[in-house]
Every structure is written in structure tokens, then in C-alpha cells.
């Protein structure tokens, strides 16, 4: 069964990397691809009031990628913890958000400068994740992605790793296989990792040999 989530999961994120692709390669001249960027945000938004950051572990495109394409060359060092913190991320996320707010209404009435203003986004700050990806961790991007980062704020306490203290070994494998480098076996005594940053991937509980983790 474990085998049969991780086949359904490879092939979703799988499915869904080529939106990353095809908005980066043509979104300048087609704009209406870089729509793609919104409904993606909108979308992760909408889901992280039930399931917190769900979509980002799941369905995001460039989440995806990250996984699926990039952590094969990633050096996986630990993430920065600084990149971690709610001011910076909170910055990061007025900062992009301002930014792209300037840019579209400089010109409102063109849905095409819209369009060009998600796909800029999108290449810039695909550009910065992939950086990082490579040099630190391949999720080190989503530590701080301002979608994840509000996520975050609207998700905490849904569907949470839930944790059987009697079953874990602490044997460390959870953490092993994070994207993002949580260590879920230090909340056994606590039965339920109370981590807003959790992106539901699945990769720890498919991973623990106790089979002591559960959503």
C-alpha cells in the first residue's frame, strides 16, 4: 500500500511539472499561459484552509520540479533556519506581493501586461528557488515562498501528522526524507506534529519502518 501512495504521488507531481515548464518557456509570448501563476496560488490558498500546505507537498508545479527533477542534484544541505523566521518571511512576502501589485497596475487594462507580470514573477523567483535548490536544499525555496508562508498562517492545526509515541524508534528516517528538513519524531511525546510548515508530502510516513505516523 505504502509503494502504491509513493507510484500515485510520484505520478502526480509527475503530471503537473510540465505547468512549470510551459509557463517559464512561452509565458512571455503567449500571455495568457502566465495565468497559470494565479490559479496555482489561488488554488494552494483556497486548499490550505482545510488541508495547510497540501498543495505545496502535492500539486504545486514548481514543488514538483523541486522533487522530482532538481533534488536528484541537490547537495541537500540543512536549511538555513534564518529562512525559516515569520518577520523575513513575512517581508519576502509584501515585498513580492508589492512588487507585483506595482507592476500590474501600471498597466490595468491590458491582460496581456497581467500576463506577463505572473510569468515574470514566476521566472524570477523560479530562478531564485533553483539557485537555492542546488546549492542548499531542493526545497529550500519553500521554506519562504510567500503562497507557502500565508498557507501557513491560515493552515495551522489541519490535517496534522499525527504521531504514535509507542511505535516510534526515533530511528530519524522522517527527517532523512523531508524536503524541507522537519523532524517529526521529536513530537512523540506530543502525538501530533504542530508544524504550520509541514507540506504533506507523505515521504515520512511511507519512509517510517513502525508504520507510527498517520494525517
Not at 97 to 125: D, E, K, Y
Request: charged letters at 15%; proline letters at 5%; hydrophobic letters at 45%.
Amino acid at each position: 500500500m505504502a509503494k502504491e501512495k509513493m507510484n500515485t504521488h510520484k505520478l502526480i507531481q509527475w503530471a503537473v511539472v510540465p505547468l512549470m515548464v510551459i509557463t517559464i518557456a512561452f509565458g512571455w509570448h503567449f500571455p495568457a499561459i502566465g495565468f497559470i501563476v494565479p490559479i496555482v496560488m489561488f488554488t494552494a490558498i483556497f486548499v490550505g484552509f482545510f488541508r495547510g500546505r497540501y498543495v505545496c507537498g502535492n500539486l504545486c508545479p514548481r514543488g514538483s520540479f523541486y522533487d522530482r527533477v532538481l533534488a536528484k542534484i541537490s547537495v541537500k544541505k540543512p536549511i538555513p533556519q534564518f529562512l525559516f523566521n515569520k518577520t523575513f518571511r513575512w517581508i519576502i512576502v509584501i515585498c513580492l506581493m508589492g512588487f507585483m501589485v506595482f507592476r500590474i497596475t501600471s498597466n490595468p487594462s491590458s491582460w496581456q501586461h497581467w500576463g506577463r507580470t505572473f510569468w515574470l514573477m514566476c521566472v524570477v523567483t523560479s530562478a531564485v528557488g533553483i539557485a537555492l535548490g542546488l546549492f542548499v536544499r531542493e526545497r529550500t525555496w519553500c521554506a519562504f515562498c510567500p503562497i507557502g508562508t500565508i498557507q501557513n498562517a491560515i493552515g495551522q492545526g489541519k490535517y496534522q501528522l499525527m504521531i504514535d509515541g509507542d511505535l516510534c524508534i526515533e530511528c530519524k528516517k522522517c527527517e532523512k526524507v523531508c524536503p524541507i528538513g522537519l523532524k517529526p519524531y521529536l513530537y512523540k511525546d506530543n502525538g501530533v506534529m504542530a508544524e504550520g510548515d509541514c507540506i504533506k508530502c507523505g515521504n515520512c510516513i511511507r519512509s517510517c519502518p513502525k508504520q507510527a505516523l498517520t494525517f
